[in-house]
């Protein structure tokens, strides 16, 4: 949708700095599949939580909801407006809403056992299990989605209480519901970062997709078979996380020889497109938004009629 780059025309309106709300780019060596901001966007604007990992390290909610609350008080601290971007909805609702989030770090040995139970039980065997222990995570979280199930259930037993609960916003999050109560090893958020002006950026469906297209095509041209290479070849597994995000995962198969590039190309397509539409599910969940239509509006008029929308 361009968010990048109207972000980079609002910052220089207002002014403001930018803090990425992005589950990728916060991978150093991962530029292209990302596409990251450029270096003249760089230059012109400053970014936070911008490769702040590598490839194989995790970057836990809670450890980003922390980043971006030190990274916003640093901007309100030299006057200047934050501006969180990014299609990661989880990351922004972390912090809009102050969540209550596990500490703990990942249990590698738990995620391997509950793993290998859902390959002995099949397919659905672990969403069944979260379903009876907490229906409101799995009724957000797709069955196939087994890491973010097995996620779940991790929280549940290192904590003693469900995702669900933890990730209710917190006291003064302007929520209606009553906040959750302070589990055992759990660390309480930060309160939330004050009045918030939430925007999403649209396009009617034909032109999202040429745009998805036309980027594709774009970054397979710019290196992204190369980028994924020179990833693997510097030893990071293609199972990381990281490496699952889209435009990796469609492109090991290739490297591998397993399918053509017009295959993979394909993929990386047809995953795209999908993913777009789970994003503004999720957004268009949140009655909080005001959505704006940008058509094929240039970047700096659709900073001009988010300048025209927001009061700082």
């Known amino acids: 949708m361009g968010k990048t780059s109207a972000a980079v025309a609002l910052a220089r309106l207002i002014p403001a700095e930018i803090v990425c709300a992005d589950s990728r780019v916060i991978y150093r060596g991962m530029d292209i599949g990302t596409a990251k901001p450029s270096r003249a966007d760089l230059e012109q604007v400053p970014h936070h939580l911008l490769d702040i990992a590598q490839p194989d390290q995790v970057v836990t909610l809670a450890e980003y909801q922390r980043l971006a609350g030190t990274a916003i008080a640093g901007i309100r601290g030299r006057n200047r407006v934050p501006l969180l971007v990014g299609g990661t909805g989880l990351y922004i609702r972390a912090v809009v809403d102050g969540f209550q989030i596990p500490a703990a770090p990942p249990d590698w040995r738990l995620r391997a056992a ?6 002995a039980g099949g397919s659905g065997t672990l969403h069944r299990r979260l379903l009876q222990i907490d229906p409101e995570a799995a009724g957000r979280i797709h069955p196939h989605n087994v890491r973010r199930v097995i996620r779940a259930l991790e929280v549940q037993t290192r904590t003693g209480t469900s995702i669900s609960m933890l990730r209710r916003p917190a006291a003064g999050a302007g929520d209606e519901r009553p906040p959750a109560q302070t589990a055992p090893h759990v660390q309480v958020a930060h309160r939330p970062p004050g009045p918030v002006a939430m925007i999403a ?4 469906r034909a032109r999202l ?9 774009q970054q397979l041209a710019g290196g992204l078979v190369e980028e994924v290479r020179g990833l693997l070849a510097a030893g990071y597994a293609q199972t990381l996380p990281a490496l699952q995000a889209l435009g990796y995962k469609e492109l090991v198969p290739y490297l591998e020889g ?8 394909a993929m990386f397509r047809r995953n795209t497109r999908r993913y777009a539409k789970r994003q503004l599910t999720w957004f268009r969940g949140d009655p909080r938004y005001h959505w704006l239509d940008v058509g094929d509006d240039p970047p700096e008029v659709v900073a001009g009629r988010i300048r025209a929308m927001i009061t700082v």
Do not use: Q, T
């Not at 509950?114 to 390959?119: G, I, M």
């Not at 997709?209 to 095509?217: G, K, Q």
């Not at 397993?258 to 190309?265: D, F, I, M, P, Q």
């Open 258 to 265: 397993s399918v053509s590039l017009e295959e993979a190309r």
């Open 209 to 217: 997709y040429e745009r998805i297209h036309r980027r594709i095509d």
């Open 114 to 119: 509950l793993e290998a139970e859902e390959r």
């Open 201 to 204: 950026l649209v396009a009617d």
